[in-house]
Every structure is written in C-alpha cells, then in structure tokens.
C-alpha cells in the first residue's frame, strides 16, 4: 500500500471513531424507522385505493365473488395491522433518541411540549395508537366496504371503513381515545384516518430533524468538514493512480468516485458520450454539490476524461 494509501486509511479510521460521527449515525439510523411507517401507509393506501377508485375491483361487488371480496378486505386488515404497528415502532424510537441524547440535558426545551399538542392530547392519534393495541393484543378489528350517494350530484362514493359497535367492544381505549370514538357515529373512515394520521407525523418529523440540525449544528459542520477531507484526499488518489499509467486507464468511473456519486449520478453522466466535454463537467458539478473541488482536482478530472477518449 502507498503511504497515501496509508493516509486515506488512517483517515477513514480516524472519521469512524469521531463521536460525531456516533451521533450522525444514530439520527440517520432512525430514519428507517420513518421509512418503514411510511412505506407501510403507502401499501395500504394502494389497496384502499383498488378497492373504493379503481374500475377494475368492481368485480368484486358480484355476490358470487363474495370470498374474493372478503380476501381483499383481509389484505385491508392486514396492512393496517402493519401500519399501526409502525406508527407505535415510530413512537417509541423517537421516544428512545429523545431521552438518549436530550432528556435532562436542556438542550432540547420545546420538544415535549410540541409532543403533548400533536400526539399526547390529540384524540385521533390516541385512537390510531390504542388501535395498535386493539390490533396486536385483541383482535383483528371488523372492516367493510360501504357506498354512499351524494344527494346534489347523484355520485357515488365507495369507503372502507371500521365499525363503530365492533371497536366499542374493546375496552383499553384511553380517555382522548374514547374522545375520538365518540364524535363519530358508526363508522371511521380508514383512508381518512391513516391519512391524517400520517400527515401529523411526517410534519412532526420534518421538524424533529430540522431542530436536531440547530442543535448539532456544530458537531455536524465538524462531521462535514472532516468527510470533505477524505473525500479529497481519496479522489485525489485515485486520479494520480488513474492518470499514472500512461495508457488507457483501467480505472473507471466508479473507481474515481468511489464513495462520492450516488446510483443516479452515474446514471445521468452514463448518457453522456465519455470523451465529451460535458461529462467531465457535469462530474465536476456534481462533486462541486458537496464540497470545494480544488483547481488542481478539477485539472485531473479533465485529463483523466480526455485519456478515456
């Protein structure tokens, strides 16, 4: 190994074992827990949407396909199961990095007062999140399929809904949960419920991460000072090695960048003819997006392009 080969491992050890890079690791590592919540909404969006807007389910109202019906409203159940489940998940990682990183510390006041107005006190997430207990702990809860007409227009409109009677049989709602039951009548509404829901969460979450960026702001502009070191030094390295050989390069795109372009990077400078001038530019701009490019980089990468043609 070359003694910058040396360097950039060194560097790269020294990267992983900064404290800030502990603290970006556990916030970026909750993000999954955001995906998964919404991933899930989404699945069980598109099934409802089948059902209630698309064409081709209304086979399914024909009374000899009432078992086919059932298996699709089966499907309801289950990736509501699945969504409320993720919404609790969600709940108590938020929950977890809060009093990891914040709780006694006082650096993060506002955070659970904002929790009591979105979450706490709020009646339809108390009723989403008993129904996470309901769901796990109970039963599967009763849906069907409901069509009502609109008395000005004459149209029709399909919902998939839980029933009031067959929810007020459960007995563990809390207080705001009990709220929620009582100001419907007999039936809740599933795409509205889950709909409402998540919007909440992703707007609670949006300002989660952006009051995380205030807080560590200083630990994260050290992070990004530190990776911009690297990742110069390692491109660096690699165009010397890259441009060395005074053939053809054996180095390719992805040897060059390793560890800087994303998937849709290369595909977009893949549609580009490699010894056009255009490509090396757009590889420089898209370098440029995360951090200063030096004049002696932006020289290498121009030579290495022209060498490929």
């Not at 491992?9 to 919404?38: C, K, M, Q």
């Not at 989403?128 to 009763?142: E, G, I, K, M």
């Not at 809904?161 to 563990?172: I, T």
């Not at 056009?276 to 121009?302: G, M, N, T, W």
């Amino acid at each position: 190994m070359t003694s910058n080969g040396k360097k950039i491992v060194t560097l790269i050890n020294e990267f992983h074992e900064l404290p800030e890079y502990a603290l970006y690791r556990s916030l970026t590592g909750f993000s999954i827990s955001i995906y998964i919540f919404d991933n899930n909404y989404i699945q069980l969006k598109r099934q409802i949407e089948f059902l209630v807007n698309n064409p081709e389910s209304g086979y399914l109202m024909d009374v000899r396909n009432r078992d086919l019906l059932e298996k699709s409203l089966s499907e309801v159940i289950r990736l509501l199961h699945n969504f409320v489940a993720a919404a609790m998940s969600l709940v108590d990682h938020t929950r977890n990095i809060y009093d990891k990183l914040y709780n006694g510390t006082g650096k993060f006041p506002d955070y659970q007062d904002r929790i009591n107005k979105e979450f706490v006190n709020d009646p339809l997430v108390q009723f989403v999140h008993c129904l996470r207990q309901y769901c796990q702990h109970y039963r599967a809860p009763d849906i069907s399929i409901q069509t009502s007409w609109n008395k000005n227009d004459g149209r029709s409109k399909k919902t998939i809904d839980l029933l009031k009677d067959d929810l007020k049989v459960f007995s563990s709602w809390n207080a705001n949960a009990s709220k929620y039951l009582n100001l419907i009548e007999k039936r809740v509404d599933v795409d509205e419920l889950v709909g409402t829901y998540r919007k909440k969460v992703l707007g609670f979450h949006v300002w989660f991460n952006s009051r995380q960026k205030e807080i560590h702001k200083t630990e994260f502009d050290l992070l990004r000072k530190k990776e911009e070191e690297l990742l110069t030094m390692q491109l660096n390295h690699f165009l010397d090695s890259a441009l060395s050989n005074k053939e053809k390069s054996r180095e390719g795109e992805v040897d060059i960048f390793y560890g800087i372009f994303s998937s849709r990077d290369y595909k977009e400078l893949s549609e580009m003819s490699m010894n056009s001038p255009k490509r090396s530019a757009r590889a420089i701009e898209l370098l440029q997006e995360r951090f200063h490019v030096s004049e002696d980089i932006k020289r290498k990468i121009k030579d290495w392009y022209d060498k490929q043609s």
